[in-house]
Structure formats: C-alpha cells, structure tokens
C-alpha cells in the first residue's frame, strides 16, 4: 500500500507449506503495532503454490527471474514501499512476532540497520547445523568484522532491518547467499548505525528443503568479504 510505514519482505521459492503460517504471524504482530504496512513476498520461480497463498493472505507477489536468495530479497527490497523493510525467511524459523524489535530503533531514529543475533543461546533443538552454529558463522563473523567497521557477531541472521532511504545506495550486486555478508560490509563501508538484538530460532519447517550448502556457500562468503576488502575500491 502507498504510505505505508514499513515492509515486511519474504524471499520465497517453494514455501507453500510453511508460508502461510509466517504470514499469519506477520499480521498478528503488524496489526498490533497499528502502522500501515505491506507485505511483499519476492518469488523465485516457485513451481508449488506459494504465490497464490501469500496473494490469498494480502501479499503483494513481486515475481523475480534470477535464481538466488541474494536476487529475490534484493528484488523484494527495492520494491518495498515502507520507510523500513524487515526480511527475514519463509521457512517459519525466524521470529516475526518480534517485529516491533526490529523497527523501533530504525523509526526512532537510532540505527540504520538491525539484524537479529541467532548465537546467543535461545536456539531451539535442531534449529541450527552444528557445523554452522560453532565454527562457520562465528568464524565468517569474525573476519567481517575485522576487516570493516561493523561490530557484527551473526554476519549469516536472516533476519534484518533496513532504512529503505539508504538501501539503494549499497548497490548489492551478490545473487546468492553471499548477499548476507555483502550487505554487512557495504553497510560498514558507509558508516551505517548498526544494532544486533538477541533473537530466538525455530527449527525450519519439516517440508523446507535447505537452499545453503555449507561448504561452497561458506566459501563464497569468504570470497565476498576478501575481494570487496582487497579487490574492490567501490
């Protein structure tokens, strides 16, 4: 909707079966707030019936062509018509019922950007790989932030917002999953106001089929962080 306050933006590529959950729970903790929003969910050529639940929900579907986690949020985000866009994964592990967190330092003004701290304990059983919780994430973390400005500590949390005003000018290339790591150092680039918050993680829905492949997309995050610091004077 035009005027809208923020944007909630799901990336989503055959997520029928747990869609539709995220979306009731994003109505729930948005119509609490008492904000106009939208909600936009960004498909990558989903073959099930993801579109038309999340139309049936009041979603707007942007349609995305390019495969990629990177190419679908950063379709849905320059759609996006809110002041600030919070994203996170359609595959009912983050916490939408925590909106509120997540927009009241962007709409009073205290941070450009907040992303949520999975690494802090409140994991459920299962929610995470152990692989990814105690070596891959905390070490990806650690060059981040030793070779930028930001003081992150979960550089892979699916779940962020942005100031939709400044977003543009990050000018995110990455199509992949890599794009997580991208927006972090970008956004360290420009001295953006950066906040963690602590938030829990769900086990994934039972039906979702995990689009991360450790290793190589571990590895072309590190590939990310190394060229945009040593390669790449933009």
Same mark, same amino acid.
Not at 62 to 68: E, L
């Given at each position: ?42 498909? /990558? ?110 550089? /892979? ?78």
């Amino acid at each position: 909707m035009n005027g809208a306050i923020f944007s909630v933006v799901i990336p989503c590529l055959n997520e029928a079966p747990s869609l539709q959950g995220c979306l009731i729970e994003i109505r729930k903790a948005a119509d609490v707030l008492n904000l106009p929003y939208e909600i936009v969910v960004a498909d /990558n050529n989903s073959t099930d019936d993801s579109a038309r639940i999340a139309r049936e929900y009041g979603a707007r579907v942007v349609s995305v062509a390019k495969r990629g986690y990177g190419s679908a949020l950063h379709a849905g985000i320059l759609a996006a018509r809110g002041q600030v866009v919070v994203f996170a994964d359609a595959d009912g592990s983050y916490p939408f019922c925590e909106l509120a967190r997540f927009l009241t330092p962007v709409l009073n003004n205290q941070a450009d950007m907040v992303l949520g701290n999975r690494l802090n304990n409140t994991l459920q059983k299962g929610a995470m790989p152990w692989l990814n919780r105690w070596f891959g994430t905390p070490f990806l973390s650690f060059v981040l932030r030793t070779l930028y400005p930001i003081p992150v500590y979960d550089c /892979n949390g699916g779940m962020r917002a942005v100031k939709r005003s400044l977003y543009d000018d990050l000018h995110l290339k990455q199509p992949g999953m890599e794009f997580a790591s991208e927006m972090l150092l970008r956004a360290g680039k420009k001295n953006w106001r950066y906040v963690e918050i602590p938030i829990s993680l769900r086990p994934a829905h039972p039906s979702h089929k995990p689009h991360l492949r450790p290793f190589r997309d571990g590895f072309r995050h590190l590939f990310t962080l190394l060229k945009y610091r040593f390669f790449d004077e933009n």
